[in-house]
């Protein structure tokens, strides 16, 4: 199987930044996409940024030209960063992995526990 482990987020004032960082251990063949989704209270878990293997970022328009999303594949670890940060930022965010395990070779959603960032105006 497949095990995320997040590490970062916590309290940030407005207009500030954060940073998540996320781990895939296990018996991966390989992660097709990894980054990071996020729930707020009361609202449906939604997409914030993720990237491919190939380079390719898919976003949420709310976060869009305020983050920056790298993966080390190396390392099976994906890096954010968030900026000017809002109090609607403030949510619970997953970290998310489009992974094929060994044992079976399907690609299939993975999910890390959850670290909560709570954006104080």
């Known amino acids: 199987q497949v095990h995320l482990v997040e590490s970062g987020g916590g309290l940030v004032q407005a207009g500030g930044s954060l940073r998540l960082s996320c781990t895939a251990s296990?018996?991966?063949?390989?992660?097709?996409?990894m980054g990071w989704y996020r729930q707020a209270p009361g609202k449906q878990r939604e997409l914030v940024a993720t990237?491919?293997?190939?380079?390719?970022?898919n976003s949420a328009v709310s976060v869009k030209d305020r983050f920056t999303i790298s993966r080390d594949d190396a390392k099976n670890t994906v890096y954010f960063e968030m900026y000017s940060l809002k109090p609607e930022d403030t949510a619970v965010y997953y970290c998310y992995a489009d992974a094929s395990p060994y044992s079976d070779y399907q690609y299939k959603p993975f999910w890390g526990q959850g670290t909560q960032v709570t954006v104080s105006s």
């Open positions: 990237l491919t293997n190939g380079g390719t970022t």
């Open positions: 296990g018996s991966i063949v390989s992660i097709f996409a």
